[in-house]
């Protein structure tokens, strides 16, 4: 759950480069953007891995109770 939380962190600290990159024009608010989503893509991806792994050992578990 501590890499949700920080998925959730790092979108929320994104927003305000966010706005001064559409709503201002400032090229390097897109830049922090674009580097901030890569990263958050990459701790996605982290998250998927640590979820598809839990759920493999709960099957495996399971099974061996059968």
């Known amino acids: 759950m501590k ?3 920080e ?4 979108f929320a600290s994104l927003e305000a480069d966010a706005d001064k990159f559409y709503n201002k ?3 390097a608010a897109g830049t922090r ?3 901030g989503m ?3 893509k ?3 991806q982290a998250i ?3 979820v598809q ?3 493999n050992k709960e099957e495996a578990a399971a099974a061996k109770k059968k």
């Open 42 to 44: 990459n701790l996605a």
């Open 33 to 35: 953007v674009r580097k």
């Open 25 to 27: 024009a400032n090229s």
């Open 7 to 10: 998925a959730k962190e790092l």
């Open 3 to 5: 890499k949700f939380t």
């Open 53 to 55: 792994e839990m759920k």
């Open 48 to 50: 998927r891995l640590e």
């Open 38 to 40: 890569q990263d958050l």
